[in-house]
């Protein structure tokens, strides 16, 4: 297999390795924008369980690049957040024919109906609910100026008003009008907060289903390509929304718990309290997020572009995501 | 004249098929499309059960909303309403305190209710809200 001696050959032109035999090579996720290969690998006799990820034919506008990706997941390592290990970045399409990198690969399941319908994962519920409080809190303790992470985008003039741009614009980019999605936005646009003063490294994506985890603990952190700069309490709104509760909706914090031990896991990591109306604020905003995705997700089967079951079911979430918006900006004098 | 069975009954039946019939022999790995093809039926099944969106109450909302004094015959009117409602929301004309807020909020809460009654109706009943 041509692929195989290509990763072996990169493995080999290496300083550090003498010897690299392949013993299992395969395609796990084709996603739309990545693909993931299970690699095992000895390396100077040493067996290694190891993931190779890379661009699939597609790539989506807004996400990072795989070297961006890499270096990420060495900051946040070397930050003690629970992410796969980074282990090597080519940059040289003359391997494999694209960036890709290698990753210590991690145990457990991602799958957010599975996770939130089984207590015992990640040791139990509220002991997952409170470490990824923590984990969340260890994200954020990278303020905005770090040279290594130069890339990431900085929202102007402001994490609120930069978004509230950015869905207008998608909106008018569409040729159907949405008006209770133009109605939440003006909500969120009268409502938004102060900006923060310290902008902080915001995960973007950190919600049930984008993390691993075993019956026993959780093993890895996921998805980073939409990371960036912004209000820590943006990416707390988005693992609360009631959308990402995978259908256990009253235990609001990711489907696993309650508010309470998350939230109390990261405000111990993080020494900072959490303001439960501004959360609220975010997670109207992170609802708007899912309809403004879900739709653009849509356009591309509509558009015949990509034709796709899968993305033309996921423009039909947006009613439910509307109806929540309605409901969660409902004001004290609405009937 | 076309004969009957006609689309509406045909997806149904072609669809409640699928799901007794098929279902249990589609491998784990399938599973997931292949609820994704029932969903999409039982959508469009419901579209023809409810033989559309009432679209004349919809335009008389909006037209009343808006302020016009009568409903246009443009072919389009739907459209052009909706847009001009859309962007009326985004210039704050229904913003709290406005005569036309709670009016504007009631009806954007009857048009998603009509359109979750036809692709998700558990969710109606703030019951199951995930994919």
Known sequence: MEIKSAIEGYLLHLDEVKTAKITDLRLMTGGAIQQNWLLDVTVNGVPLETVLRTDATSSLEDSLSRAQEYALFKHAFGAGVTVPEPLWLSNDPKWIGKPFFIMRRVEGTAAGHKIVRKNAMGGGHKILAKRLGQELALIHATKYGQAELDFLTRPTPNPALSRIAEYRAALDATDMPQPTLEWGLFWLEQNAPEPVKDLVLCHNDFRTGNYMVTEEALTGILDWEFAAWGDPLQDIGWFCAKCWRFGAANNEAGGISDRAGFYAGYEQTSGASIDQNAVLYWEVMATMRWAIIAMKQGDRHISGREPSLELALTRHIVPELELDILQMTKGDNDA | ?131
């Open chain 2, 1 to 131: 004249m076309r004969d009957k069975p006609q689309a509406d009954d045909l997806l149904k039946i072609a669809e409640s098929t699928f799901i007794q019939e098929i279902l249990p022999y589609i491998p784990a790995d399938r599973k997931y499309t292949a609820l994704m093809i029932a969903n999409a039926m039982r959508i469009a099944t419901r579209q023809f059960d409810k033989n559309k969106i009432d679209e004349t109450a919809e335009i008389a909302a909006l037209t009343k909303l808006l302020g016009y004094l009568d409903v246009s015959d443009d072919p389009d009117t739907l459209l052009t309403l909706n847009k001009q409602f859309a962007a009326a929301i985004r210039a704050g004309a229904f913003a709290p305190g406005t005569a036309g807020h709670s009016k504007a909020r009631q009806h954007l809460l009857s048009c998603v209710q009509n359109r979750l009654a036809e692709v998700n109706p558990k969710a109606l009943n703030g019951g199951n809200n995930d994919r």
